[in-house]
């Protein structure tokens, strides 16, 4: 079984900053096969993908958070990274991590194994 525990939500006002984390544990895997993505979820609306990372480094972004946020991991620590800058109301909602059993990181939820529980983010205008 594999745990995903996401800390780091809160809440931040309009411009703010907010770094999320995930720090994944369990069952091993083989890490070239292997991606971790944030999705998030805002009341009265479907999951959404945000960022996605395999562990090779190659990642992908929706395109309303480019460039303002960021996805990282740390292989050593298991952990994945969302830094997020440049908050907007609009970016209010529960963020989930998620790994999935894929080389590539992936855009749709069912590529995604296991889940978080989900940590929220509330950003005040």
């Known amino acids: 079984q594999v745990q995903l525990v996401e800390s780091g939500g809160g809440l931040v006002q309009a411009g703010g900053s907010l770094t999320l984390s995930c720090a994944a544990s369990?069952?091993?895997?083989?890490?070239?096969?292997?991606?971790m993505g944030w999705f998030r979820q805002a009341p009265g609306k479907e999951r959404e993908f945000v960022a996605a990372?395999?562990?090779?480094?190659?990642?992908t972004y929706y395109d309303s958070v480019k460039g303002r946020f960021t996805i990282s991991r740390d292989m050593t620590k298991n952990t994945v990274y969302l830094q997020m800058n440049s908050l907007k109301p609009e970016d209010t909602a529960v963020y989930y991590c998620?790994?999935?059993?894929?080389?590539?990181?992936?855009?749709?939820?069912?590529?995604?194994?296991?889940w978080g529980q989900g940590t929220q983010v509330t950003v005040s205008s």
């Open positions: 369990g069952r091993t895997f083989s890490r070239y096969a292997m991606a």
């Open positions: 998620a790994l999935g059993l894929i080389i590539a990181p992936a855009t749709q939820a069912e590529r995604y194994n296991y």
């Open positions: 990372i395999s562990w090779s480094g190659g990642s």
